[in-house]
């Protein structure tokens, strides 16, 4: 049964700071998704990784995919404000996504 | 064009009651999804239909019972409903990558 875990689970960091969101996975897939969610709003798509070695990068987010090690990150470069909400990475698996518990992240001023 | 959208947004209800939670997809896609998201933020997923057919029924009551009259609808029906059923439910349709795209959620608070 695949499982998929990230971490951490909360972070709150400053403005202008960096740092990286991990999603490991359990069993072989070479194709992983980037959710962000905001309270109360719905799920939108960040990031679609369809091959190992994949990086996709957005503003000030960047995620890549190493199916060997079974990782995923989420990297945050100068985060700002606006970057809070939850994230969740995802892993497909039988016609079906299997999601981590998400991340919730605060960014102070 | 909202392209997953979901009725109604809030439902509030007595124990015991019926509901009914309307999902639609303006993308094409074949297959749709149901999930829970409960107080946490976990994503549980509930029901899946490819092109009508049932394809995913994870541990769910069967006090729930989904159909999807055509390919681009998916309805969620929930008999005697329960004070634990209280979360947001989401409808998503998926693209061929298997990206998948969610709806704006329906919050249900079971009185």
């Known amino acids: 049964e695949l499982k998929v875990e990230q971490n951490p689970l909360f972070l709150s960091m400053q403005e202008g700071k960096n740092y990286t969101i991990y999603c490991n996975y359990s069993?072989?897939?070479?194709?992983l998704y980037w959710y962000r969610q905001d309270p109360g709003k719905s799920l939108e798509s960040l990031f679609v990784?369809?091959?190992n070695g994949a990086v996709k990068q957005e503003g000030r987010l960047m995620a890549s995919l190493d199916t060997k090690a079974r990782l995923s990150t989420l990297h945050i470069t100068a985060a700002v404000h606006d970057l809070s909400a939850t994230y969740f990475c995802?892993?497909?698996?039988?016609?079906?996504?299997?999601w981590g518990a998400g991340t919730k992240l605060i960014i102070k001023p | 064009d909202t392209a997953v959208s979901q009725t109604p947004k809030y439902l509030v209800t007595q124990m015991g009651n019926d509901k009914s939670i309307k999902c639609e997809q303006n993308?094409?896609?074949?297959?749709m999804y149901w999930y829970k998201q409960d107080s946490k933020k976990f994503l549980k997923i509930m029901f899946s239909?490819?092109?009508?057919?049932?394809?995913i029924n994870e541990t769910v009551p069967n006090r729930f019972s989904p159909k999807s009259p055509d390919k681009a609808h998916l309805n969620l029906h929930i008999n005697s409903l329960e004070l634990g059923d209280s979360a947001v439910y989401f409808c998503?349709?998926?693209?061929?990558?298997?990206?998948?795209?969610f709806g704006p959620g329906t919050r249900l608070t079971v009185l």
């Open positions: 069993t072989t897939s070479d194709r």
């Open positions: 998503a349709s998926t693209h061929l990558n298997g990206e998948q795209f």
């Open positions: 239909y490819n092109n009508k057919e049932l394809i």
């Open positions: 993308l094409g896609h074949d297959t």
């Open positions: 995802a892993v497909d698996s039988n016609y079906q996504l299997i």
């Open positions: 990784l369809l091959s």
